[in-house]
């Protein structure tokens, strides 16, 4: 099977940086899109970043000249670095991968496990 691990969550102060990171492994063939949802307690979930197999990038207003996501598809990880945190970027964050696997045709979207991120002073 195929499975997606997360690292790098954890508490900043306001106006701090933290690095997000999402491994696939098993049995993968091929990796399509990948990126990262968040969710806050009483907010809906909300796409934050997402990037193609190409490298192309969309973000959400909210985060944009903030965010940067970036994969390698060598090593089938997607990473999230965010830079100027603010209060309201507090959330479970839940990285996703479009991905087929060995002697498949057809993809299917894979989930993380969620971690956590807080800014708080």
């Known amino acids: 099977q195929v499975q997606l691990v997360e690292f790098g969550g954890g508490l900043v102060q306001p106006g701090g940086s933290l690095r997000l990171s999402c491994a696939a492994s098993g049995n993968v063939f091929r990796i399509q899109n990948m990126g990262w949802y968040r969710q806050a307690p009483g907010n809906r979930r909300e796409l934050v970043a997402s990037?193609?197999?190409?490298?192309?990038?969309n973000y959400a207003d909210s985060v944009k000249g903030r965010f940067t996501i970036s994969r390698d598809n060598a090593e089938n990880t997607v990473s999230l670095q965010m830079n100027s945190l603010k209060p309201e970027d507090t959330a479970v964050y839940y990285c996703y991968g479009d991905i087929t696997a060995k002697f498949y045709t057809s993809r299917d979207t894979y989930w993380g496990q969620g971690t956590q991120v807080t800014v708080s002073s």
């Open positions: 990037v193609t197999s190409d490298g192309s990038a």
